[in-house]
């Protein structure tokens, strides 16, 4: 009976002391920084959507925490597995696995990140901003609006943007962008997006507006990078042999939905390029750079008409227009 009771006890004993030294470890791990020597500057990014396991393993790929099981076991017992922040922190080797766990949920000590797709609309950005609650709904466009900063930019034609209703639609490169929110104002997005589009276009056509108005085109009218310069081939020729360019994309940008009915077609726009010859006076959003480069070098082809499917987007070719209609009776109605 009494070897019992010691076996028991020894078991007790044994137990508490694997928990008290898991607890020890536990503790050792969340209070020891990484490196208590390296204070070197470390960007760590965290996007949008990812847990907190995601984030304690890139922290240890990182080689800023010991272990990224700790670091789920504290941001869980400490209810802030939730309140990580998507953005992008300085971070050191110096630091400990609570003044980390602090910083990346603190909304002060994060840069922001904004991406802005291909052929978003100076609207859909502010949009964005106002959803990330950096800006209130129409400060963005407003901040377009009162751009002054023409002189820094030789690419742009003052004379030509600044009569359009969104002046800097088309020239604010898609990408992805940091923002401090602390301070952030819409000038600054306009100005990282603006230095982006000069370094990203090294060699700018003389007819800029022109290649950017047709490039913004081309990206809200087809999804595939084979079918960009085809389409832009298609558009040019339109364009150079006095037709209507006849793109829908162009008539959707001012009517704000993504339908157009009888009553679109018949707006008096310079826009609707179902009714008005010529491109439009402006961009219809910021193209991406594969956009770009179709709308610079188009491809030659046999082709005046094309159509795209709406289930898979398609795009379907045509030489002459029985042909065309022909295709619309078979893959649109």
């Known amino acids: 009976m009494k070897q019992k009771k010691s076996k028991w006890l020894l078991r007790i004993l044994l137990i508490l002391g694997i928990i008290f030294l898991v607890q020890n470890t536990y503790y050792y791990l969340v209070e020891r920084p990484a490196d208590k020597e390296d204070d070197t500057k470390i960007l760590f990014t965290i996007k949008k959507g990812q847990s907190a396991s995601t984030v304690g393993d890139n922290l240890e790929d990182a080689g800023l925490i010991w272990s990224d099981t700790v670091f789920s076991i504290y941001t869980r017992q400490n209810g802030i597995a939730e309140k990580i922040i998507a953005g992008r922190f300085y971070l050191n080797k110096t630091m ?13 000590k994060a840069e922001s990140i904004i991406t802005i797709q291909e052929g978003l609309t100076v609207k859909d950005i502010d949009a964005k901003l106002v959803e990330m609650d950096m800006l209130k709904e129409g400060k963005f466009v407003e901040a377009v609006k009162n751009f002054n900063g023409y002189e820094a930019y030789d690419f742009l034609d003052k004379e030509t943007l600044s009569k359009l209703e ?60 084979a079918d960009r310069p085809i389409v832009s081939g298609i558009l040019w020729k339109r364009y150079l042999g006095n037709w209507h360019l006849g793109a829908d994309a162009t008539l959707l940008y001012i009517t704000d939905d993504n339908k157009i009915d009888t009553e679109d077609l018949a707006i008096d726009s310079p826009y609707n390029t179902r009714k008005v010859v010529g491109i439009p006076p402006g961009p219809i959003g910021n193209p991406g750079m594969k956009s770009i480069e179709a709308a610079i070098s188009p491809q030659e082809s046999p082709y005046w008409y094309y159509l795209t499917t709406p289930d898979t987007g398609e795009v379907i070719y045509a030489k002459d227009n029985d042909e065309h209609n022909s295709n619309k009776a078979k893959y649109l109605y």
């Open 96 to 108: 400990d696995l609570k003044q980390i766990a602090s910083t990346i949920t603190d909304p002060s």
């Open 166 to 225: 969104i002046p800097l639609e088309g020239y604010l490169f898609p990408d992805t962008y940091f923002l401090d929110p602390s301070d952030f104002t819409g000038e600054q997005l306009i100005t990282k997006a603006l230095n982006n589009f000069h370094k990203k276009l090294e060699e700018k056509p003389e007819n800029l507006h022109e290649v950017i108005t047709m490039a913004s085109i081309i990206e809200r009218e087809v999804r595939t990078d």
